[in-house]
């Protein structure tokens, strides 16, 4: 028994160090808050809506508020309400259920707003390549969209990456 705890106490510990390529990203958060001071913001607001998606999409933006992405460092928050949203993440084909919502979640937005269709089943309208629904429709069928992330879903990184490049062009 007490060799056992001893194995736990004194044991190595065995850690991997994580490969980020930062280099690109940080000159791009110094352009965007450089941006923000012009626009007299301080932050830039998002308000994620699931429309009808599997949940997979929302894993990935989920990820980008962990300690490896950390979107707050940009100046990028997420928010509860979409009155207090500069810009809506919108995943998932839209289900009949959702549309109303959806579209009462894009006029609560103050404007200027942008709207981000995040993954290939809000682009499409489509649950996947094979698989449509019935009653299924594309987030731009319901509202106006001005930029789309394509991925099934998109990775972190990539949602993280094109979101900056989102901010820097608007």
Known sequence: MIDILKSF?????LTETIQTNDVPLISVSDKLQEKLKRLGKKSIAIRQVDAGSTNDCE?????L???IYDLNRFGIKTVASPRHADMLLVTG????G???????????????KIVVAVGDGAISGRISKNISGHNLCKVSECVPVDFEIPGNPPSPQEIMTRLLGVLKNV
Do not use: D, G, R, S
């Open 9 to 13: 106490l004194f044991a190595p510990i």
């Open 59 to 63: 894993q990935e933006i989920a990820a």
């Open 65 to 67: 508020e962990n300690p």
């Open 93 to 96: 084909p839209v289900t009949p």
């Open 98 to 112: 959702m549309k109303e919502a959806l579209v009462k979640a894009y006029e609560a937005t103050p404007e200027p």
